[in-house]
């Protein structure tokens, strides 16, 4: 399987340190998406930040044989469990249990689902209503690596430079 990087250089070698971002869905690791259209909108993202940075998306091979072999918290979609990790990880607090996983896959709360963070942290709508409504929004995903032994199945095949 394959899974893209996008961001302003090569990056041949994955590292758990390199997002440097304290406040991001699932914590700290190596983000990446079975998107290669996310990943390009990352660097957009990105090069909006700064107008002097290359636009790269890095592909990777997923070495998915081992993956029984790693421990997994897979989000399918958007709920209650996916909503509160985000939440807390978005508050710079990452919760202790979710330690043991070496790889975490969800959806991506991009800037639309934000708006809908702060209508449920406003109160305007409940939990369940803010799951609903994120089920109804095309939630691209994120397959986050956390530890050495998840990096151990990623082959670098190519970077892109998108224009």
Not at 42 to 61: A, C, F, G, P, S
Request: a negative charge; glycine letters at 4%; aromatic letters at 12%.
């Amino acid at each position: 399987m394959k899974v893209y990087h996008g961001t302003d250089h090569i990056l041949q070698q994955p590292d758990p340190n390199f997002n440097s971002r304290r406040r991001v869905d699932f914590g700290r690791g190596f983000y990446t998406t079975s998107s290669k259209q996310q990943a390009v909108n990352w660097t957009k993202v990105l090069k909006n930040r700064n107008e002097t940075i290359k636009q790269i998306v890095n592909v990777y091979d997923l070495d998915d044989e081992f993956l029984d072999k790693l421990s997994i918290k897979n989000f399918t979609e958007p709920s209650d469990e996916w909503f509160d990790l985000v939440r807390q990880c978005r508050n710079d607090h990452f919760p202790k249990e979710y330690d043991q996983f070496d790889i975490i896959i969800g959806p991506i709360a991009d800037d639309g689902v934000a708006t809908t963070f702060r209508l449920y942290e406003t109160n305007v709508l409940t939990l369940s209503e803010a799951i609903a409504r994120l089920k109804s929004e095309k939630l691209f995903n994120q397959v986050v690596f956390k530890s050495e032994k998840s990096f151990q199945l990623l082959t670098f095949i190519e970077s892109i430079e998108v224009n």
